[in-house]
């Protein structure tokens, strides 16, 4: 074990989501409808439910970002309060992130993310910055404003550094700074015309140990060393009713298993795991697979797979 004071610094990533499950996705036009299992909003963007994840896993975990003096700003301090994971929250004047999530009877999502509450000048708080990546193992780094520019304080810092693109087109110039920075590459092939390619590019342009691209119920796939794998999916433990958290979820059981000293592979296999468990949590409970369930359901058997 490290000396570092943290496993995980995750940086970015906070705000609350306001969950409405409808009839179907896309959502027909109507003058209204009536939502019977009611609409919640609540605290846990992607660095939020990183960092529940990781500390669901017994990960030291702590959690940077900039946050408004408001109501969400309250709902998002309570998190981390509630579940143990430290907070560094600094002043956001804009207000606190937020988005609006409508979820579908089979569990997918769409995300209406309100673009106003967002950092206007890009300016991170680099002692800050430097003060807690210096005292962690790794970094995980969330593409939300302002952090980009935090990137090179990051490489300063001897932490090893990880990514989440999201639903990357694999064109649009903003995660390309992510991207190529980063030592794990975590993104959804959702929007990509052709997932190979584009994890190609990012392990040629960028300093990426490995590429991992996630693709629901067809598995993901492990990019390493020039060798493309199949991960297959996991069979979810219940029945699947809501898709929210669960790339988060898969990203916090791969740092996890690469943290441990797991071959790659391994770490692939822990992530569909966890990404599997969180499609049967609805996204207005925080729930994390733990350390132990994990651990049963992708035993070290697995470490016999060929290493990548």
């Known amino acids: 074990m490290s000396a570092a004071e943290h496993d995980v610094l995750v940086l970015g990533g906070a705000g609350v989501d306001t969950i409405v499950y409808v009839p179907r996705l896309p959502l027909p036009y109507a003058d209204s409808y009536m939502i019977g299992s009611g ?6 963007q992607t660095g939020d439910f990183v960092a529940l994840g990781l500390s669901a896993l017994g990960l ?18 309570e998190f981390h309060r509630q579940h143990g994971i430290g907070l560094t929250a600094l002043p ?3 207000g606190t992130k937020r988005a609006v999530n409508l979820v579908g009877p089979d569990g997918r999502r769409l995300s209406l993310y309100d673009s106003t509450r967002a950092d ?21 780094v ?10 090179p304080l990051l490489r300063e810092s001897g932490a090893t550094v990880s990514t989440d693109l999201h639903d990357w087109d694999g064109t649009d110039g903003y995660h390309e700074a992510f991207a190529f920075d980063a030592d794990i590459v975590f993104l959804s092939a959702t929007a990509l015309a052709d997932p190979e390619a584009t994890m190609r590019r990012i ?29 297959p999916a996991v069979e979810p433990p219940g029945p699947v009713v809501d898709s929210n958290g669960a790339g988060d979820a898969f ?5 996890f298993g690469l943290l441990s000293g797991e071959p790659l592979p391994v770490c692939a296999r822990f992530g569909a795991v966890a990404g599997a468990f969180a499609c049967t949590v609805p996204a207005t409970r925080a729930e994390c697979i733990g350390r132990d369930e994990l651990l049963r359901r992708a035993p070290r058997a697995v ?3 060929p290493a990548v």
């Open 39 to 44: 609409i919640e909003t609540r605290a846990g």
């Open 60 to 77: 030291r975990t702590h959690h940077l970002d900039m946050v408004g003096d408001d109501g969400p700003g309250d709902l998002v301090r």
């Open 92 to 94: 956001l004047q804009a």
């Open 120 to 140: 206007a000048d890009g300016r991170v708080p680099e002692a800050t910055v430097r003060g807690l990546a210096g005292a962690s193992r790794h970094v995980h």
């Open 142 to 151: 969330a593409i939300t404003q302002p952090w980009a520019s935090a990137l």
């Open 203 to 231: 392990a040629e342009h960028g300093r990426a140990r490995a590429v991992v691209a996630t693709a629901g119920a067809e598995g993901a796939r492990l990019l390493a060393d020039g060798e493309l794998t199949h991960v």
């Open 251 to 255: 990203a916090a059981a791969f740092l």
């Open 303 to 305: 470490a016999d797979l």
